[in-house]
């Protein structure tokens, strides 16, 4: 007789009678290796699947799928499902997508003998069977891919272009490609201006209306830093738009006078509008002090242009040290997250980290020591217009070292009314009735946490405190959590070579 272990934890403040309802944990499974966690594919009416993937050599990778039951999040199924798929060749998984129950796993395919490079795409049933294989197309030794399914998930869209170039005019090759595999259509698009070596950062399109590339073209081609220096940012964003049934192109460029861009979000509404967010300043430096928008309908026409400077107040709230700041430091663009009304949420955080080397002459070695830091949250509220209403100051210490920030940074779900962020927070500021900046505790190397939350509507913060009690000894691996649907949103918690995953439902609306 199969025992499913359910445990329902009741929250602590406001939770339970917001949006959001009580959280489900599943029950505890082991891990055989330590494995890098991909991420939740999607769901099915009664399973839900996850993917970890592990590297060892071109020869030697594994993918390996989990499928969990949905009602208690109890694990029932786990396959790798890495094969070579050619002989000759190596294949490196690239993008894998769920849908109604099937797996769609693209990977780059490069030959033993020469360049070759080919994408192929294999398909999996619920079961986790292969069910097809299909070469779906070739690739230029120094092109970039980017996947994206399409909105009615009856098909894909591989964008490519290439990372050098000496073209005067740079180029982006669109594919659409059926979910069985077959090329529908080629196109090819130029942009009109004299770029070199772009980025191709963001796709967003529907069945309906025009295909947005967000492109950043001001970076090292070597690296894909974005920065000039350590210090100064260099973004120069161009959003390519492309009418496929009118075969019509059109450039935007994203810039503010005597301001620099430091991060853009796009996502499109219902209505097929396309709304654009993101942060500037004016020292060139890794800060903000300003937040903008632009919102472009599905005939490629500006309806609105905004932005917003930080004034004291709002800049004070980032203060720590009791002096004036003129630029938030260290953030860097994490969301955007548009509501049912239209309105949206731009969301930053505060990320730095540093090396720390120190000399022993008695023994003649040099210790190194890598600190991540992942701290405050950076949330602005725009109107349904794009104009903005105004900024908060999220309180967040997460510092560790040598981990990669394994733990650290928040996830977001979104009902499509309100927002709630999760993160690891230090137990103690979950226990003060309204927690200062100036004595926040941080957490260390993920001592003393407890997962928590921030839940913030179009009037600001409203509440936050702890989701579940500190006494639980799994951690939430916030980066690999996500919203697959609009039902909630899946976390995932480790604790040495063990894992649970976490519910946390959206409350039916109405």
Request: net charge negative; hydrophobic share 35%.
């Amino acid at each position: 007789m199969r025992i499913s272990l359910i445990i329902i934890l009741c929250l602590i403040g406001q939770f339970s009678i917001a949006r959001f309802g009580e959280p489900l944990i599943g029950q505890e499974y082991s891990t055989s290796k330590k494995e890098n966690f991909s991420g939740f594919l999607g769901e099915t009416e009664f399973s839900v699947f996850t993917a970890d993937y592990i590297y060892y050599t071109k020869r030697k990778q594994e993918l390996i799928i989990r499928k969990f039951h949905k009602s208690d999040l109890q694990l029932i199924d786990s396959k790798n499902i890495y094969t070579l798929v050619k002989e000759g060749f190596t294949n490196d998984p690239e993008e894998i997508f769920q849908h109604k129950g099937s797996l769609y796993l693209f990977s780059t395919m490069q030959s033993d003998r020469d360049r070759t490079q080919l994408i192929s795409l294999e398909i999996f049933d619920e079961s986790l069977e292969r069910t097809s294989l299909t070469i779906v197309d070739s690739v230029k030794s120094d092109e970039i891919n980017h996947i994206e399914i399409t909105e009615d998930k009856n098909g894909f869209v591989v964008a490519k272009h290439l990372k050098y170039t000496q073209l005067v005019e740079q180029e982006i090759e669109m594919v659409r490609i059926s979910n069985k595999g077959e090329i529908e259509w080629r196109k090819v698009i130029k942009s009109p201006m004299a770029l070199q070596n772009i980025r191709i950062e963001q796709i967003s399109f529907s069945s309906e209306g025009p295909m947005y590339y967000l492109c950043n073209y001001a970076f090292d081609i070597t690296t894909g830093d974005n920065s000039t220096s350590d210090q100064l940012v260099n973004n120069k964003y161009s959003l390519w738009a492309y009418d496929k049934e009118t075969n019509f192109m059109k450039e935007f460029e994203i810039r503010l006078k005597g301001k620099w861009v430091n991060g853009v979000k796009m996502d499109m509404r219902s209505n097929n509008d396309l709304v654009i967010s993101g942060f500037f300043n004016e020292s060139k430096e890794q800060t903000v002090n300003g937040v903008f928008s632009l919102i472009i309908n599905s005939k490629l026409e500006i309806v609105n242009t905004a932005w917003h400077k930080f004034d004291s107040d709002e800049l004070a709230m980032f203060d720590k040290k009791d002096k004036k700041i003129k630029e938030i430091a260290d953030v860097k663009i994490k969301n955007l997250a548009l509501m049912d009304d239209g309105s949206f949420y731009l969301l930053g955080e505060q990320f730095f980290k540093y090396t720390e080397r120190s000399y022993d002459p008695r023994t003649n070695v040099t210790t190194t020591t890598e600190h991540f830091n992942y701290n405050s949250i950076v949330a602005s509220y725009f109107d349904k217009r794009g104009n903005h209403v105004w900024t908060e100051h999220i309180p967040k210490y997460q510092n560790s070292t040598n981990d990669f920030g394994y733990f650290s940074s928040f996830a977001l779900l979104n009902s499509g009314e309100d927002i709630a962020l999760f993160f690891n927070d230090n137990e103690k500021n979950n226990l003060l009735e309204n927690p200062s900046y100036k004595s926040y505790t941080s957490v260390f190397n993920n001592r003393k946490f407890q997962i928590s939350y921030a839940l913030i509507n179009e009037e600001g913060l409203r509440d936050r405190g702890g989701l579940i009690d500190p006494k639980n000894n799994f951690i939430l691996r916030a980066k690999m959590s996500g919203q697959i649907n609009e039902d909630g949103i899946y976390l995932i918690t480790e604790t040495n070579r063990s894992s649970k995953l976490i519910k946390v439902p959206v409350k039916s609306k109405g």
